[in-house]
């Protein structure tokens, strides 16, 4: 059997044992967090991009058809 000195140590010990394991829980948890929050910002990015992309080439059409036509109202803008 142990003493109580050894029980003592062995209770610090598991403490100190799940302690660490509830701090690297924890830090999982953390980064997790903020990998998805950056897949999510990437996914944002590339949406606004692809839209920014997409109202350019509505421009440029809208251009182009106003210059067939000789429209000066819309080649204003």
Not at 22 to 43: H, I, N, P
Not at 49 to 60: A, E, H, P, S
């Amino acid at each position: 059997m142990c003493s109580r000195s050894c029980q003592r140590r062995c209770v610090l010990l598991s403490r100190i044992g799940l302690t660490m394991a509830f701090g690297k829980r924890v830090a999982d948890y953390g980064y997790r967090a903020f990998s998805g929050s950056m897949m999510l910002l990437t996914v944002y990015g590339g949406y606004l991009c692809v839209l920014r992309g997409y109202r350019y080439m509505q421009k440029q059409k809208q251009l182009q058809i106003s210059a067939e036509n000789q429209d000066t109202e819309v080649m204003k803008d």
